[in-house]
């Protein structure tokens, strides 16, 4: 059974910087693709950044410059270090992760909250 455990979330000032982590466990071939998603209230559920199995990464607009998502393949794990936080960074974080496994390819965490105050 694989599990993916998010860390990182909490409360910060605007300006301020947070590192979310996502490490998946269990029985994995392989490490493919993983991102990063958020979802403020009241909206759907949006792309923060992706990065391939080949390490090439994808930012949206909104968090270009301010935003760095890295993997650690050893360690099944894809994190997002996020500077200079704003108000509008608010969300709920989830990280996705592409794993080659014996049941299914496509995981989701849990959910992390970041909240950021003005």
């Known amino acids: 059974q694989v599990q993916l455990v998010e860390s990182g979330g909490g409360l910060v000032q605007a300006g301020g910087s947070l590192r979310l982590s996502c490490a998946a466990s269990?029985?994995?071939?392989?490490?493919?693709?993983g991102g990063w998603y958020r979802q403020a209230p009241g909206k759907q559920r949006e792309l923060v950044a992706t990065?391939?199995?080949?390490?090439?990464?994808n930012y949206a607009d909104s968090v270009k410059g301010r935003c760095t998502i890295s993997r650690d393949n050893a360690k099944n794990t894809v994190y997002l270090q996020m500077h200079s936080l704003k108000a509008e960074d608010t969300a709920v974080y989830y990280c996705?992760?592409?794993?080659?496994?014996?049941?299914?390819?496509?995981?989701w965490g849990q959910g992390t909250q970041v909240t950021v105050s003005s």
């Open positions: 996705n992760l592409h794993l080659w496994t014996a049941l299914k390819s496509d995981y």
């Open positions: 990065i391939t199995s080949g390490g090439s990464t």
């Open positions: 269990g029985s994995i071939f392989r490490f493919n693709a």
